[in-house]
């Protein structure tokens, strides 16, 4: 039987958990619930699962407490952070919340953040602008880590290097949360560790042939994980990945060219307000034209109506708010030490709460 927990208590544990580790309120009380919202979404590798990691790194040094980003440019609507190893989840949060309060003022707004910390999962960082009736772009790439090679290639230069868009719409927003690579360390990690295959052949060995086991990314040489398109069309995915590195990196000003400072991120973030171009109710006149003809659009036969991106994520957010978060077997397993650790009691199950 699945064990479920509430979503508030899950967060509120992981919040006590990173201000037991040094952080202050204001950090421990932005990662903590961003981190629960990706598993409430069902991003499993990119929710919970990284607490007992970021815990590390929080005791190890590696990830800075204290403090704030150092402001290395500020021209109004371009905005240049050194974020100093900062929590990246919270780096990111805040730097898309001035990016909104900007784009008011100058209609577009960006800001590039070098070494920054890993940001866990884009998706959860979308909302802030759309609510706001602003569209979103967040790209990522880790300059210290490489585990995707450059179409044609066979040795690793690139992280899988993910892009998020959100969409404001009349309704629910649409939410884009993709990468240049048709799969993530996360889980091809996990499944590595489980003995487990991919569904399909989405890596390469070290000699260039295509796979579906995870344990070629683990060998010496290591092989990769393909760019989108794979073997055929993986030219795509290398043109996306060149475009986010330029963007995470090149106008960050700190990227592969540098020294490797361990597990990280380059964050470069846009945010459009609507109203400083067409209006809002242009644009949102267009945006929900294209989502009814999505919607509309015949199915495969015997397929499932087409869907937007972000749909499925916004249903099970509803469904686990409601009835409670299923997690990914092991986290809560790794996050007890933790627990012991700081004096802390880790969330029960809603239905050991019943009994």
């Known amino acids: 039987m699945e064990q479920r927990y509430d979503a ?37 590798t990119h929710g919970l699962q990284l607490c007992a990691p970021y815990l590390k790194a929080l005791e190890d040094g590696t990830m800075e407490k204290r403090g704030g980003p150092e402001v290395l440019s500020d021209r109004g609507a371009v905005v240049t952070w050194d974020g100093r190893r900062l929590p990246g989840v919270w780096l990111t949060a805040r730097a898309v919340d001035l990016a909104v309060e900007r784009a008011r003022l100058y209609g577009t707004a960006s800001i590039a953040i070098r070494r920054s910390h890993h940001i866990a999962c884009l998706a959860v960082f979308l909302e802030r602008a759309t609510r706001e009736g602003c569209m979103v772009q ?10 995707v090679a450059p179409y044609g290639g066979t040795e690793p230069l690139f992280t899988p290097d993910p892009i998020a868009v959100g ?46 086991d995870p344990a070629v990314l683990f060998t010496d040489p290591p092989g990769t994980i393909l760019p989108i398109g794979g073997k055929e069309y993986g030219h795509k995915g290398y043109g996306l990945a ?32 609507p109203t400083a171009f067409s209006g809002r109710d242009a644009f949102i006149r267009q945006i929900d ?13 015997g397929g499932p109506p087409v869907r937007l991106p972000g749909e499925n994520a916004l249903a099970k957010r509803e469904k686990a708010t409601a009835s409670g ?19 802390l009691v880790p969330p029960i199950s809603l239905r050991a709460n019943a009994h």
């Open 8 to 44: 508030k208590a899950l967060a509120d544990f992981a919040t006590d958990l990173f201000e037991a580790a040094g952080l202050d309120r204001d950090k421990a009380g932005t990662i903590g619930p961003l981190l629960v919202e990706a598993d409430l979404m069902g991003h499993t």
């Open 138 to 147: 967040i790209t990522s790439s880790d300059p210290a880590v490489a585990s």
């Open 167 to 212: 969409i404001p719409t009349g309704g629910d927003p649409i939410l884009i949360d993709t990468s240049a690579s048709i799969t993530t360390n996360g889980l091809t990690g996990r499944l590595h560790g489980e003995g487990k295959k991919l569904p399909g052949k989405w890596v390469q060995d070290a000699d260039g042939e295509a796979s579906d």
């Open 242 to 273: 060149l475009m986010i590195e330029a963007l995470t990196q090149g106008l960050a000003g700190h990227g592969r060219a540098d020294p490797a400072e361990g597990w990280g991120a380059g964050v470069h973030i846009q945010v459009s307000d």
């Open 289 to 301: 034209h294209i989502v009814e003809r999505c919607h509309a659009n015949k199915p495969v036969a």
């Open 325 to 343: 978060v299923v997690l990914y077997p092991g986290i809560l397993d790794a996050l007890k030490p933790w627990a012991s650790k700081y004096g």
